[in-house]
């Protein structure tokens, strides 16, 4: 059995796409068969993996909610986990140290110590914005530290196939190795929170010209936001009043957001005489997320214009059900128009896609079969990302 010392400085947060890949890194780890110790910073909910040992640094005075990207209180954070991580290494031997984005550094400076193998796990960690000046130093520090600890990784894993293109550039490419992101829900609800999902958003429809509830609607079509902002439901919103024109029985439902977001799109839909029409939950619960994903007839992929694959995305797929999504950035490397309704840009054009699968069930039935398809096609499900993660350890090893 390997003892593997894991470094990050992400903590755990249900609406986190890193947050969720490191669980999956740590419950594969543990699956494998390997003796996992965890250091990691102080969180109000810190990961709870059955197998794994956790270590924390001591909590600091102004850290409790750290900015995006390197910073004076990251780097200190940084610099109290490499000194626990020296204690925890003479302390116990370690086969092989694994460290995510920013402590990539520090299993690289632990591995240069102790003479041991080390991972570094790129995870797409956020970026900082230019600011005061020493802001911009502890970002170019950062970087030097990140690139110094690239080019003596013995395995680098990133979860994007560009990640090795981009790495060849720096010499790298021969040891990066690509491990495609898992979906983050299970699909596994006690039934009171289903039959709660279905009496809130399938069971309570509201006419417009009536004004009475109790009428079940005929479609629910969902799209998921961030957890503090509706990234990429601007175009959803605006699609509203079109459906409704052509199919008054479809609802609406947004999730994410904070409170004072929620109400100026609130306003905004109300003097659009939509409001009626439309569910804003604002966050939830994992457990009713996936609740509301399993009552709902059609999911909406938010417009982004990045590589990366949003983990709702990949929820979506898991859940089987027929997505819209517009032709944009990630979409163009998960969907097809044989596995969902893709769209081009505009609200019109995503308006009608689901006014399409609403006249067509057939397809939409077709598109839902493929979710689990597609996720096997690219590699997602936990068999084959932990049998690339042992593969990595393996050729770590041997090097």
Not at 6 to 34: D, M, N, Q
Not at 51 to 74: D, I, M, N, Q, Y
Not at 176 to 189: D, E, F, K, M
Not at 191 to 197: C, E, Q, T
Request: include cysteine; charge should be positive.
């Amino acid at each position: 059995m390997s003892r593997v010392l894991f470094i990050t400085s992400k903590t755990c947060c249900p609406w986190a796409g890193e947050s969720y890949r490191t669980r999956h890194t740590l419950e594969a780890l543990v699956a494998l068969g390997h003796e996992v110790d965890l250091l990691t910073i102080p969180a109000a909910s810190p990961f709870r993996v059955q197998g794994v040992t956790t270590h924390l640094v001591p909590r600091l005075p102004f850290c409790k909610r750290l900015p995006e990207g390197a910073s004076l209180r990251r780097g200190t954070l940084g610099m109290l986990m490499l000194f626990k991580a020296m204690f925890l290494a003479r302390r116990a031997r370690y086969d092989i140290l694994h460290g995510v984005d920013d402590c990539g550094a520090v299993a690289w400076l632990v591995s240069v110590l102790t003479r041991r193998p080390f991972v570094y796990d790129i995870q797409g960690g956020g970026r900082s914005e230019a600011g005061a000046w020493f802001r911009q130093w502890t970002r170019k520090a950062a970087a030097f530290l990140g690139r110094l600890a690239l080019r003596r990784a013995d395995v680098i894993i990133g979860e994007h196939p560009d990640t090795a293109a981009e790495l060849s550039q720096q010499g790298c490419g021969a040891r990066v190795c690509v491990i495609p992101s898992l979906p983050a829900l299970t699909g596994r609800v006690p039934a009171p929170v289903l039959n709660l999902a279905r009496t809130r958003f399938r069971g309570i429809a509201a006419r417009r010209d009536s004004g009475t509830a109790g009428m079940p609607c005929a479609t629910v079509v969902t799209c998921v936001g961030g957890r503090d902002h509706f990234r990429g439901l601007t175009t959803f919103f605006n699609a509203v009043p079109y459906v409704l024109h052509e199919n008054p029985d479809v609802r609406f439902v947004a999730v994410g957001g904070t409170a004072e977001e929620a109400g100026r799109m609130r306003e905004a839909l109300e003097q659009a005489e939509v409001a009626w029409a439309v569910t804003l939950t604002g966050r939830l619960s994992p457990e009713d997320l996936t609740a509301l994903l399993m009552v709902s007839d059609i999911l909406v992929a938010p417009c982004r214009t990045g590589e990366a694959v949003p983990m709702k995305v990949l929820d979506y797929l898991y859940m089987s059900k027929p997505i819209v999504v517009q032709n944009a950035g990630f979409s163009r490397t998960l969907f097809s128009s044989h596995n969902a309704m893709v769209v081009e840009a505009g609200h019109e054009a995503l308006a009608q896609g689901i006014l399409s699968l609403c006249r067509n069930p057939q397809l939409a039935e077709l598109f839902a079969q493929k979710g689990h398809e597609t996720l096997l096609v690219q590699h997602r499900t936990p068999e084959a990302f932990r049998e690339a993660l042992r593969q990595c350890y393996e050729y770590a090893v041997a090097n």
